[in-house]
C-alpha cells in the first residue's frame, strides 16, 4: 500500500542544535516534495520546493534532501530558535499532471531554550 | 493584499444541519482545494477543483459537497450525512502549474453537537 511517513509525531532539540525531521514514503514515485510550516489554528505555509532530479535545496537556516533511492527527504532546520517551534509537514508531488500532493502527518518540533 | 480568506473562524452548529463554509481567493488562481484535518490524521483531501465549474472528490468526499461557480470562490457544505463533522477545515489554492505550492486560508474549526 502507498504511506508517506514523517519520523516522529513530536521532536524536542535545545536552542542552538540543529533540527532534521525525516519524510519516507513507499509506493509512491514523486517528481517532487515540498515542505510546509504550520503553526496551531492556522492553515499551512510553503517553505521550500525540492524536484526529483534536485539533491539538495538551501533557503537561509533551511536545508532539504530528496533520495529517490532511499524514498526519503530529510529537512535540517540549523541554529534552531524558539520560533522555529511549529507542525512540518511534508508533500508529494506525484507525476500525473496537476494530481493533488499527497501530506505526511506532520512532526510537532518543540524548540527549548 | 493577495491572500485566500476562509470564514468563519469557528463555527457551532447542531447534528442534522447542514452547514457552508466560505473560502475567497484574490490571488487569481485556478486551483481550489479543502482538507479536514484532525488530530493526528494530517491533511486529507475531501474536493478540489481545477477550473470553474469542474470539481473532483478527494479521499473523503462523502457527506460533503462544493460548488465553483465563480475562479474566486469556493465554499463547502457540511452536509448532514457526514458522520464526523467536527474538526478543522482549510481551504487552499494554487496556480495551474504543477508543481506551485499552495496557498492555505486560516481555516475554520467547526464544531457540531
Known amino acids: 500500500s502507498q504511506k508517506i511517513e514523517q519520523n516522529s509525531e513530536a521532536l524536542n532539540i535545545q536552542e542552538g542544535k540543529t533540527a532534521t525531521l525525516t519524510c519516507n514514503y513507499t509506493?509512491?514515485?514523486?517528481?517532487?516534495l515540498q515542505w510546509y510550516r504550520q503553526d496551531p489554528g492556522r492553515g499551512p505555509v510553503f517553505l521550500l520546493l525540492i524536484r526529483e532530479n534536485e539533491k539538495e535545496k538551501r533557503k537561509e537556516r533551511l536545508k532539504v534532501t530528496f533520495d529517490t533511492t532511499l524514498k526519503q527527504s530529510l529537512f535540517h532546520i540549523t541554529a534552531s530558535q524558539p520560533a522555529d517551534s511549529a507542525t512540518y509537514l511534508c508533500a508529494l508531488g506525484l507525476r500525473l499532471g496537476n494530481t493533488p500532493l499527497v501530506f505526511g502527518k506532520g512532526t510537532r518540533l518543540s524548540v527549548i531554550a | 493584499d493577495g491572500g485566500i480568506t476562509q470564514s468563519p473562524k469557528y463555527l457551532f452548529r447542531k447534528e442534522g444541519q447542514n452547514v457552508t463554509l466560505s473560502c475567497e481567493q484574490n490571488?487569481?488562481?485556478?486551483?481550489m482545494y479543502w482538507y479536514r484535518q484532525d488530530p493526528g490524521q494530517g491533511l486529507r483531501l475531501i474536493y478540489y477543483?481545477?477550473?470553474?465549474?469542474?470539481?473532483q472528490k478527494g479521499d473523503i468526499a462523502e457527506g460533503y459537497s462544493v460548488s465553483r461557480e465563480k475562479k474566486e470562490s469556493f465554499p463547502l457544505t457540511v452536509t448532514s450525512a457526514q458522520k464526523n463533522p467536527t474538526a478543522f477545515y482549510l481551504c487552499?489554492?494554487?496556480?495551474?502549474?504543477?508543481?506551485?505550492?499552495?496557498?492555505f486560508g486560516n481555516g475554520t474549526r467547526l464544531t457540531v453537537t
Open positions: 477543483s481545477q477550473i470553474v465549474n469542474d470539481f
Open positions: 509506493n509512491y514515485s514523486p517528481a517532487y
Open positions: 487552499a489554492s494554487k496556480t495551474g502549474t504543477d508543481n506551485s505550492p499552495l496557498h
Open positions: 490571488l487569481n488562481h485556478d486551483a
